[in-house]
């Protein structure tokens, strides 16, 4: 906006006709905005932009489409392309994180691979998917067990602990049955796993039993046979993980099961279910298994 300039010229002596002459600027538009220097759009950015800003601090793990969707909600009626370029001009952008490779070596299956890569479910406790992750503090590692239903991508089950061992993934999936309702509801749902030791174990598959639940195991060397619980991890790495350094597990615990139950679980709207959070589709489409928590 170059009107200001006009209006200063204006007092330095320069006429009005003349600035605007030179600038190609219509005399008429100039004294249209002096009668109202901020235009109506102009006061609806400001608004959204401080409500970007709230939003963002908030949750600095949101882009301006998350947060174009917690402008809609709180009554902002601004597209989502709009509210982009106001992200733009804030400088107001999801935290970003580093890219992390891990290799694991595949031991042999001890299941079938009941899943094919086909990610879907179409009600909740027919398809869950469980990995490991770990990261450090500094205390030492803490590794992270979960167990997400691929209905509508909710995290059902996680446990974390400073040794990777076969209990943590038994702790996850005790969890994840007690939270969706006991061995009566969940039996006969596939749980799908890398080849790692600890879904290997006796201890593991003695849970699976008892719980009348099937395990499944990817293919040797078929990274993206576990793709839908690696996009969770990736959304941890950059919203949690790599947000800051963390001195004790327990402070990186904490974080952990605030962004899961709050920011993903609750706020986390996904284009898969129509822009919808896990929580939020699980009650529209009248699938609810029991969660205490």
Request: charged letters at 25%; aromatic letters at 8%.
């Amino acid at each position: 906006m170059t009107y200001p300039l006009v209006r200063d010229l204006a007092v330095d002596g320069i006429p009005v006709t003349v600035t605007c002459r030179v600038l190609k600027f219509s005399t008429q538009a100039f004294y249209a905005w002096c009668a109202d220097p901020v235009s109506e759009r102009d006061l609806v950015d400001a608004y959204a932009m401080n409500a970007a800003f709230e939003v963002h601090r908030d949750d600095p793990g949101f882009g301006y489409r998350f947060i174009a969707d917690e402008l809609a909600a709180a009554g902002h009626e601004i597209s989502e392309r709009r509210v982009w370029k106001i992200c733009s001009q804030a400088q107001i952008v999801s935290a970003h994180a580093r890219t992390r490779g891990r290799w694991k070596k595949p031991g042999p299956p001890v299941h079938d691979d009941h899943v094919r890569r086909d990610f879907s479910a179409e009600e909740p406790n027919r398809l869950w998917l469980t990995d490991i992750t770990e990261h450090p503090t500094g205390e030492g590692k803490l590794y992270l067990c979960a167990i997400k239903d691929l209905y509508a991508g909710r995290i059902v089950g996680y446990s974390m602990a400073g040794r990777m061992q076969a209990s943590l993934a038994v702790n996850a999936l005790e969890q994840a049955v007690a939270r969706r309702g006991g061995t009566d509801v969940v039996a006969g749902c596939i749980v799908h796993s890398d080849r790692g030791s600890q879904f290997r174990s006796a201890l593991f598959q003695d849970a699976l039993t008892a719980h009348g639940l099937i395990g499944s195991m990817g293919q040797v060397g078929a990274a993206g046979d576990n793709a839908a619980m690696e996009s969770f991890f990736a959304l941890l790495q950059k919203n949690v993980l790599d947000r800051r350094d963390w001195d004790t597990r327990d402070e990186l615990r904490a974080g952990i099961i605030t962004w899961i139950e709050r920011s993903y679980h609750r706020r986390r709207r996904q284009v898969r279910l129509g822009r919808l959070t896990p929580v939020e589709y699980e009650l529209i489409m009248d699938h609810t298994p029991a969660d205490p928590a």
